[in-house]
């Protein structure tokens, strides 16, 4: 997949990161992306949604946690994390021009963003999650939620119903604990939004995410 955007470096605590930042003439936002734990921010998935982004008229910055950079499979814990997240969105917050500046994240990414702005590190307009990963594959006790709660932010959550990561009812229960959040269902779809049998390339997986979350943007959410 071909790449538009200008690659930059990002000074970070410890360790400069990689990122891509686009920006669409007349663009009214700004969405910086952060990708999950496996995959880094040229991952097809993450191409593709910013990608789509901006298409819809959104700047983005995309960018690496420092593991990634670094090469290494581990993801970063919070404390490394949340300060690159900052780092990152500075960055964006810098190149926009004065307009709301967004926060999305696959997976860890997103959770990452959520911990940022509970633990004051950030402020983002609002959070949008690709695929909320509220408790280990197999292991719906250990829920990941408790920091949700003190966010006053707008949220939007983007879930597949097959999602391993976050049983159908207990997103739900969540999210209805949560007055400023939106759960928008991905039918079919699993942690990655891949749908079971059926064969869709990253523009086509990511471009009901990618028109959900520019809605979101530019109504305030609330």
Do not use: C
């Amino acid at each position: 997949m071909a790449d538009h955007g200008e690659r930059l470096t990002i000074p970070a605590p410890g360790t400069d990161v990689s990122g891509v930042y686009s920006r669409p003439d007349g663009a009214d936002a700004t969405v910086v992306v952060a990708h999950g734990a496996g995959a880094g921010m040229d991952h097809p998935f993450m191409v593709a949604y910013t990608e789509a982004l901006d298409a819809l008229g959104l700047a983005t910055l995309r960018f690496n946690f420092a593991y990634m950079e670094a090469g290494r499979k581990l993801p970063d814990r919070a404390p490394k994390a949340v300060p690159v997240w900052a780092a990152a969105f500075e960055e964006a917050r810098r190149r926009s021009a004065g307009e709301p500046v967004w926060a999305a994240g696959k997976s860890f990414g997103g959770r990452m963003a959520s911990l940022a702005v509970a633990e004051g590190a950030m402020e983002p307009a609002g959070l949008v999650f690709l695929g909320y990963p509220l408790h280990p594959a197999g292991k719906p006790e250990k829920l990941r939620d408790e920091h949700l709660y003190g966010i006053t932010l707008p949220m939007l959550f983007l879930s597949g119903t097959r999602d391993a990561l976050a049983g159908a009812d207990l997103l739900e229960g969540v999210v209805a604990r949560l007055p400023t959040a939106t759960l928008a269902w991905q039918e079919g779809g699993d942690h990655s939004f891949a749908v079971k049998g059926t064969r869709r390339t990253p523009a086509e997986v990511v471009a009901p995410l990618a028109r959900q979350t520019a809605e979101f943007v530019r109504r305030g959410a609330l």
